[in-house]
């Protein structure tokens, strides 16, 4: 079955950073693209990150030049690099996949979630 693992979630201060993990199994992870979002308490869920299979990546305004989305494919497992933490960015951060779609594939709902990993920036 499809699983993504998130961690590497917690309490950071302001300022600070957090690499999150996501590790994918029962997908064509090589060949599809991966992304994360977030959702705070009250607010719609939003896209943060995504990166195609060929490693093009893109990101919501409010994240560039502080967080980085990469991935290896040796090991099925996409990161979120996220520095310079503000405490808007607390959210629940979830791993998601899309599977064979091609470079539009952002403008589609993902077709698999993980179950999400608390991010807290609180000082």
């Known amino acids: 079955q499809v699983r993504l693992v998130e961690s590497g979630g917690g309490l950071v201060q302001p300022g600070g950073s957090l690499r999150l993990s996501c590790a994918a199994s029962g997908v064509f992870f090589s060949g599809d693209a991966m992304g994360w979002y977030r959702q705070a308490p009250g607010k719609q869920r939003e896209l943060v990150a995504h990166i195609s299979s060929g490693g093009i990546a893109n990101y919501a305004d409010s994240m560039k030049g502080r967080f980085t989305i990469s991935r290896d494919n040796a090991k099925n497992t996409v990161y979120l690099q996220m520095n310079s933490l503000k405490p808007e960015d607390t959210a629940v951060y979830y791993c998601?996949?899309?599977?064979?779609?091609?470079?539009?594939?952002?403008?589609?709902?993902?077709?698999?979630w993980g179950q999400g990993t608390q991010v807290t920036v609180s000082s």
């Open positions: 998601a996949c899309w599977s064979a779609y091609g470079s539009s594939y952002a403008r589609f709902q993902p077709n698999y």
